[in-house]
């Protein structure tokens, strides 16, 4: 799903992988599942120090990256879709 990865090992890959599975609630991203499980493992692996430049700000930890702005987006537009703001 995200070529950026391809050179991280499988270990951690699978960890992120694992640990977004808890994060992401079936009942709120339905159809959108399984793509805002790959975009929370993505923000899980880099929000280590290592992956300050996917950040929206590399300089300040406490904001989002790339990834998170984008489920943010679907969770949005889903809790939107059933008049949750």
Request: glycine residues 12%; negative net charge; proline residues 0%.
């Given at each position: 799903m995200f070529p950026e990865?391809?050179?991280?090992?499988d270990?951690?890959?699978?960890?992120?992988l694992t640990d977004g599975a808890d994060r992401v609630s079936p009942g709120v991203y339905k159809n959108q599942l399984g793509r805002a499980h790959g975009l929370?493992?993505?923000?899980?692996?880099v929000s280590s120090p290592?992956?300050?430049s996917a950040r929206l700000d590399p300089k300040d930890p406490r904001t989002?990256?790339?990834?998170?702005?984008?489920l943010d987006r679907i969770r949005s537009e889903r809790c939107a879709f059933y008049g949750i703001t």
């Open positions: 990865f391809n050179g991280v090992v270990s951690l890959i699978n960890l992120a929370m493992a993505a923000d899980i692996l290592w992956g300050q989002g990256t790339t990834y998170s702005n984008q």
